[in-house]
């Protein structure tokens, strides 16, 4: 997978937890999770998990920490794909 | 540094099947603090609450840590609960589900220990029908902090700001009657009271989930004006 098919996954992963709809079509790289699309903190692990099936990866802890933006979260899940 | 931190779960909003999934607990939860939670004294409490007692208890202490350390990284496995001892009227506080203010150093919490950068900080928790709350503190017995805890209308995030701001405002204004204080946010991500364009030596900590908000207060700083 490419970065922008990663993206386009990632989207569906955080759809649930996003309420605003708009901000989530427009993400960027740069965007982060907590504080550009409002994403509940609570959420955080529910992301890693769905993350993980819908890559079929998995996601140890000291990469999970990083996942903070979505630059952050293509690059874990790039690298967990790729490993 | 004197700081202070919070976090509410609002438990409407909790998977109650993930949060009994090993695979989604064991990410933020050590096999000690499992061990913990399985003990004779937390009975009462089911296992999922407790997951949610320690992921509020790990995210307030990150937030009190957060002030002195701006760039530090959430790792929630690094902060350990050592310790949890339950109220003694703890099936009664778990039918209280009202706005609450007060003083955290009540022996009618969830109150215990951890360990987090090589120090220890202390916790209380309320956990009521619809919210688990925590603050953290440096002070054993969580001395001089303040503490609310409000059910809102909506869960909009806009609104949960706006709520807890007005929430907080309105207690100080009973301990500095008068005075046009405000919050502004800092770019590393923690709330301070401003009083113009003077910040007041007075951490605070806000927390919003669903349709609950609530705040941490310390004190006991020198205020400047």
Redesign the interface.
């Known amino acids: 997978m490419n970065r922008q098919e990663i993206l386009d996954e990632l989207k569906k992963v955080l759809a649930p937890y996003t309420e605003n709809k708009e901000l989530l079509a427009g993400i960027t790289e740069d965007t982060n999770l907590l504080k550009d699309l409002k994403i509940n903190s609570a959420n955080l692990v529910d992301i890693i998990i769905d993350a993980e099936s819908k890559y079929n990866i998995e996601i140890d802890f000291d990469s999970a920490e990083k996942m903070m933006t979505v630059r952050d979260c293509i690059d874990v899940i790039g690298n967990k794909i790729n490993a | 540094m004197p700081s202070t931190g919070n976090d509410i ?1 609002s438990l409407a ?3 109650k099947e ?1 949060s009994n999934d090993s ?2 607990y064991l ?2 939860i050590t096999p000690s603090e499992e061990a913990l939670g399985r003990q004779v004294e937390l009975a009462h409490l089911s296992f999922e609450r407790y997951v ?1 007692l320690c ?1 509020s208890v790990k ?1 307030s202490v990150f937030k009190y840590l957060q002030r002195e350390r701006p760039q530090m ?3 929630p ?1 690094k902060i350990v609960i050592t310790n949890i001892i339950a109220p003694a009227i703890a099936s009664e506080t778990q039918r209280v589900d009202e706005d609450w203010e007060g003083d955290a150093s009540g022996e009618e919490n969830y109150r215990g220990s951890l360990t987090a950068e090589e120090n220890t900080y202390y916790f209380r928790s309320k956990i009521s029908a619809s919210t688990i709350a925590t603050i953290v503190s440096d002070d054993e017995k969580c001395k001089d902090v303040i503490w609310g805890i409000s059910h809102i209308g909506q ?3 806009d609104l949960q700001s706006e709520q807890v701001r007005s929430f907080v405002l309105k207690r100080l204004q009973t301990f500095f009657p008068g005075k046009a204080l405000h919050i502004e946010k800092v770019p590393a ?1 923690y709330p301070v009271v401003m009083e113009g364009k003077k910040a007041f030596s007075l951490p605070v900590s806000f927390a ?2 669903g349709t609950t908000v609530s705040y941490s207060l310390l004190l006991a700083q020198p205020i400047e004006y």
Do not use: C, Q, T, Y
Request: overall charge positive; hydrophobic content about 50%.
């Open positions: 779960v909003l909790i998977d993930r695979r989604f990410k933020f949610w992921w995210e990284v959430f790792s496995v869960s909009n995030a991500g919003h989930h």
